[in-house]
C-alpha cells in the first residue's frame, strides 16, 4: 500500500520536475550541471583544476543496490546494509595498522578520498530515493552552495534501513539501520595561495544479527532446491538477541600553501573516533548453533571496541615540465582498547616517509604515477602502487608490507579469547588491461596476480589463523560491449583460480551479462529497457560470525550456483531520473531462493522503484 501511494504521488510531481531553474528573457538555461563543479583532494594534491560536473547520464542508474552498482562483487548476508566482503581477492589500499573490523565500515562508510569539495555559482541540492517492495529504503541528501564565490559549505547525508526477510513481527521489523552525515568545506584565498578542505564524518551502523535461516531438525542446512518461496512464512532465524553496531566521528582537514610557482606545502590532519559494538542477551540460546568457540556459564556478553587515531602529515609537492611529485612524512598515534571484557589496550606509533612521483606524457592522458610509503621501525610498513597508462593499456603492480589486524591479534571474551604475534602480510600484485575499441564494438581484456604470503583469516572453528606458505591468486576479465542505435549489449566474465583453495574461497566464475533496449515513446521520452543476469559459480563461500564482525572458513554449505536476472526500465524527466525494476525476476525457475552466504538467503524477488531529482538553484 505505501508503494501505491508514493507511486501516485511521483506521478502527481512529475509535471513539476526541473522547473525550479533560473531563466532569462529568451528562456536560455543559466543554471546547471555546467554551473556546478566539485573536486577530489586528490585533484587538490595533483593541482588539477578542471572541475568535475553532476552526472546526468541514465547509464548505471537501473542499478538498485549498493551490491549491485559494484557488480554484485560482495557477499553478504542476503540484504541491504548487512555484513558484507569483497568476494574476489582484494589488496589492501595502504600499509597502516588498522582494526581488521571490516564487515561494515569499508562498504558503508563514507572515504575521505570520495569527498566531493564543491563549487557553485547557485545553491545545488540533489535528492536521491530508492524502495523495494520487501522493506528496503535508501535515501541520500546533498546540499552544496558557495557563501563567497571562493568558499563553499556543503552537507551531505545518507539512510538506509532494510526489512528482515523472515522473522520479522511486522513489515518494517528492521534488519539493519544506517545513517552517515558529511559536512564539508573548502576555501580559496583570492590570490589563489592558500587552500583549505575540511570535513566531519559521522557514521552509525547497526545489524541485528539472525544467524540465517532455521534448518529443520535433523538438517545441517536447508538446499536452495528445497528453499520454499515465502521466507517469512516459513522460516525462522537461527539467533536471537544479537546485535552489532559500528559508530564513527571522523574529522579530516588537508591545507596547501603555494610558495613559488613550482613549489607548495600541504599538511592533513586527522582524528579518528570509531567505536564498534557487539552484545548476546541469550548465549545459552545461541551457542546450541556452534557460533562461539568455547562454552561459558554467563548469560549475557557485551563486547566494546574503541579506536582513537591522530594522523598528520607534512610535506612538499610541485610539478616541472610534466613531472607532478609530492613527499612528507606521516605520523600516526592509536589506540585500540576493549571494555568490559578485559582486553588489554594496544596503543602504538607510526611514522611513515613517502608520497606520489609522475610523469604526464605530452597527449595528457597517458602517464606514469607512483604511490611509495615507507614505515621506520619494527614493523615494516611499505607501500608501493605503480600505474602506466599508454596507448590503451592500463599496466599496474604493488608491492605491500601491512601489519597484521589489532582484532586478530589479541581478544578476550566469556566464549573465545587469543593472543598472538602474526608477522606482516606480505601482497605482491601485478595486473594489466588493453580495451580495443572497433568502431560499435567494445573488447577489454585483463588480468590480476596476486601473490600473499603470512595471509590472515579465521578457520572453521573461528580462531584466527596466518598462512604459513606463499598463495598464488589469480582472475581473467573480459568485458565484451556491443553499442547500437537502440541496442546495447555488455558482458563481463571473470575466471578465477587460487592455489590454496582450501582458504581462499572464490567462485571460480562470475558473469555479468546486461541487454538493453531504447525506445523513443511518444516522440517525448526515451524508455531505457532492458534485463542484467548475473551468475557465479556455486562455491563453499566463508560463513558469517557475528563475534568476529567477519567471515570464516565453512566445510559444508555451497553458495549461488545458478543465473539471477533482473529486468527494469528507467528514463529522464527533465533531468530527474526514475527506475522500476524486478529483481530476481526468475524465482522459481528452477529454485525458489539460493544463498549469498551459509544459512543466508539472497533477496527474494523485489520490486524497486529510484528517482534521483537534482536542483540547480
Do not use: C
Request: hydrophobic residues 35%; proline residues 4%; aromatic residues 18%.
Amino acid at each position: 500500500m505505501k508503494q501505491i501511494r508514493f507511486l501516485i504521488f511521483l506521478g502527481i510531481l512529475i509535471p513539476f520536475f526541473g522547473q525550479a531553474q533560473i531563466l532569462d528573457d529568451s528562456t536560455k538555461q543559466i543554471y546547471g550541471p555546467s554551473s556546478t563543479g566539485f573536486l577530489f583532494e586528490k585533484n587538490f594534491l595533483e593541482d588539477d583544476t578542471i572541475l568535475i560536473h553532476p552526472d546526468t547520464l541514465i547509464e548505471g542508474f537501473r542499478l538498485m543496490t549498493l551490491n549491485k552498482e559494484n557488480g554484485w562483487f560482495w557477499q553478504d548476508l542476503g540484504n541491504e546494509g548487512t555484513a558484507a566482503k569483497n568476494i574476489l581477492f582484494q589488496t589492501p589500499d595502504n600499509a597502516f595498522t588498522e582494526t581488521g573490523l571490516n564487515a561494515f565500515g569499508p562498504f558503508y562508510g563514507p572515504k575521505t578520498s570520495d569527498i566531493k569539495y564543491y563549487n557553485t555559482k547557485s545553491p545545488f541540492t540533489n535528492m536521491a530515493y530508492r524502495q523495494s517492495s520487501n522493506g528496503l529504503m535508501n535515501v541520500g541528501f546533498t546540499h552544496s552552495q558557495n557563501i563567497m564565490p571562493n568558499w563553499n559549505l556543503a552537507l551531505d547525508m545518507r539512510r538506509i534501513a532494510s526489512s528482515k526477510q523472515y522473522s520479522a513481527s511486522t513489515s518494517e521489523d528492521r534488519l539493519a539501520d544506517h545513517w552517515n552525515v558529511t559536512f564539508s568545506s573548502n576555501f580559496t584565498s583570492k590570490n589563489r595561495k592558500y587552500t583549505f578542505l575540511g570535513a566531519l564524518v559521522h557514521f552509525n551502523h547497526k545489524q541485528i544479527d539472525q544467524g540465517g535461516i532455521e534448518p529443520r531438525e535433523g538438517v545441517e542446512f536447508v538446499d536452495k532446491s528445497d528453499l520454499a518461496g515465502n521466507y517469512n512464512t516459513n522460516y525462522q532465524q537461527l539467533l536471537e538477541g544479537i546485535e552489532s553496531r559500528e559508530k564513527w566521528n571522523n574529522y579530516h582537514i588537508y591545507h596547501q600553501y603555494q610558495l613559488s610557482k613550482e613549489i607548495q606545502v600541504f599538511h592533513t590532519f586527522d582524528l579518528q573516533r570509531q567505536k564498534y559494538f557487539h552484545s548476546d542477551t541469550l548465549i545459552s540460546t545461541n551457542s546450541v548453533y556452534n557460533i562461539y568457540p568455547d562454552s561459558t556459564s554467563e548469560e549475557k556478553m557485551k563486547n566494546y571496541y574503541f579506536f582513537n587515531n591522530i594522523q598528520n602529515r607534512f610535506g612538499f609537492k610541485g610539478f616541472f615540465k610534466g613531472f607532478k611529485y609530492n613527499v612528507g612524512l606521516t605520523n600516526r598515534i592509536y589506540a585500540f582498547t576493549a571494555r568490559s571484557e578485559g582486553n588489554k589496550a594496544n596503543n602504538s606509533t607510526e611514522i611513515l616517509v613517502g608520497g606520489n612521483a609522475g610523469y604526464w606524457f605530452p597527449d595528457s592522458t597517458s602517464y606514469l604515477n607512483t604511490d611509495f610509503y615507507f614505515g621506520f621501525g619494527n614493523r615494516e610498513n611499505i607501500y608501493l602502487n605503480a600505474k602506466l597508462k599508454y596507448k590503451g593499456f592500463d599496466l599496474g603492480f604493488k608491492f605491500i608490507s601491512k601489519p597484521a589486524y589489532l582484532f586478530n591479534q589479541n581478544f578476550i571474551s566469556p566464549v573465545a579469547n587469543w593472543d598472538n604475534n602474526f608477522t606482516n602480510t606480505i601482497y605482491t600484485e601485478a595486473s594489466g588491461k588493453y580495451r580495443f575499441d572497433l568502431g560499435k564494438f567494445t573488447f577489454e581484456p585483463s588480468a590480476r596476480i596476486n601473490l600473499v604470503s603470512n595471509h590472515l583469516y579465521f578457520d572453521q572453528e573461528l580462531a584466527p589463523k596466518q598462512l604459513s606458505s606463499e598463495a598464488l591468486l589469480y582472475d581473467l576479465n573480459l568485458f565484451t560491449g556491443i553499442k547500437l542505435k537502440n541496442f546495447k549489449f555488455s558482458n563481463r566474465f571473470v575466471l578465477t583460480h587460487a592455489d590454496n583453495a582450501d582458504v581462499f574461497r572464490i567462485p571460480t566464475v562470475l558473469n555479468n551479462t546486461n541487454l538493453e533496449f531504447h525506445l523513443f515513446y511518444a516522440k517525448v521520452l526515451h524508455l531505457y529497457i532492458g534485463t542484467d543476469v548475473y551468475f557465479r559459480s556455486a562455491y563453499k563461500a566463508d560463513a558469517y560470525s557475528p563475534l568476529l564482525r567477519g567471515f570464516y572458513l565453512q566445510d559444508s554449505q555451497p553458495v549461488w550456483g545458478l543465473p539471477v536476472a533482473d529486468v527494469y526500465t528507467n528514463f529522464v524527466v527533465k533531468r530527474v531520473k526514475l527506475a522500476f525494476s524486478f529483481n530476481f525476476l526468475n524465482q522459481g525457475l528452477p529454485y525458489s531462493g539460493f544463498y549469498t552466504t551459509p544459512n543466508y538467503v539472497a533477496m527474494s524477488r523485489t520490486f524497486f522503484i529510484k528517482v534521483n531529482w537534482p536542483l540547480f538553484d
